[in-house]
């Protein structure tokens, strides 16, 4: 069983940075591709980034160039680097978990799913 929880949500200012971490239990997370969602008020759940085990990484259009997600295999840990925040940005960000190494960028891609953290941007 794979098990994620999300930290470091919070209310912050446009244009402030906040760093999001998700702990990850599970013996194979090294072979997992991890990924980061978002769902906003009213709004479908939406991909914001993933990671490949081999390191290649994807990115929603509206987050990249402002956001970085990075993985440590040896803390069972998967970070997303938020800077330059947005208005827009504020939603529920939800860590996922596939045991496909190469899942897509879409929701049903993903079996593992994190409680959620908040993330408010005021302007």
């Known amino acids: 069983q794979v098990q994620l929880v999300e930290t470091g949500g919070g209310l912050v200012q446009a244009g402030d940075s906040l760093r999001l971490s998700c702990a990850v239990s599970?013996?194979?997370?090294?072979?997992?591709?991890m990924a980061w969602f978002r769902q906003a008020p009213g709004k479908e759940r939406e991909f914001v980034a993933s990671?490949?085990?081999?390191?290649?990484?994807y990115y929603a259009d509206s987050v990249r160039g402002r956001f970085t997600i990075s993985r440590d295999n040896a803390k069972n840990t998967v970070v997303l680097q938020m800077n330059n925040l947005k208005p827009e940005d504020a939603a529920v960000y939800y860590c996922?978990?596939?045991?496909?190494?190469?899942?897509?960028?879409?929701?049903?891609?993903?079996?593992?799913w994190g409680q959620g953290t908040q993330v408010t941007v005021s302007s």
């Open positions: 599970g013996r194979t997370f090294t072979y997992y591709t």
């Open positions: 990671m490949w085990p081999g390191a290649t990484k």
């Open positions: 996922a978990a596939s045991a496909n190494a190469r899942a897509a960028a879409t929701r049903d891609s993903y079996t593992y």
